[in-house]
């Protein structure tokens, strides 16, 4: 378990759910640009940060070439990794195929499945989130066979010209990997992400639990002392979390530089 400890004024952040490159390109470039003046203004009282899933809305690496563009956000978080704030990445739906780009070339780890911290003495289990919880069937036997070694194998044999648009093209229109019903609240009794967490609770406490995936900005109270976060998203909230002194809320990010 990793331990923070926050000091003076500092802050601990997290974002997930950028969907960088959806629909199109230049239609994420504003969203990319709000995002990284978000980085630059966080930086300041920054103890960490934290990048919880889908960042990309596609990421395929292949041995020695990557998908086009990004150059901001990845410049960005060198930077701000560069100037000693730690940056933790969890790998989501849409950037589930990255490998060791992150950590070769930027130095940051990357995290495949969830992950207990401990924050100013506050038990964190976070996450991306998907495939947890008594639900997603379909998806949990996608996810199996794209992250089947084999599968991966062949797809890199495509020319990135072809297997990156083909990958864009599969990220936008399969529904069971767009998300695109992961907007609407179920209502408590059926998130399964609150399930999940709850039969967490009854193997050991947590103090919070904070995953993305589902592009709602939620907070629910599980029980005394303990609380499900859900981050929201940077395509329609623009929100984000904030861990302070002993205490976890969520924030919507108003950019005072224009787009």
Known sequence: ???ITTSGNKKVYFASDQHLGAPTAA??????KKFVAWLDEVKKDAEAIFLLGDLFDFWFEYKTVVPMGFV????????IKDSGIPVYFFVGNHDLWMHDYFETELNIPVFYSPQEFLINNKKILMGHGDGLGPHDK?????????????????FRWLHPDL???????????????????????LGEENEWLVQYCKRKLTQQHYDYFVFGHRHLPLEIELQENSTYINLGDWIQYFTYGQFDENTFSLHKYKSTKKD
């Open 1 to 3: 378990m990793i331990t």
């Open 27 to 32: 239609s994420s470039f504003p969203r990319e």
């Open 72 to 79: 901001r956000v990845l410049g960005k978080l060198a930077e």
């Open 138 to 154: 379909g998806y949990k036997r996608m996810k199996k066979v794209f992250t089947f070694p084999l599968f991966k194998w062949f």
């Open 163 to 185: 297997g990156v648009k083909l990958g864009q093209y599969m990220s936008i229109k399969n529904k069971m990997i767009s998300g695109e019903e992961d907007a609407k609240f």
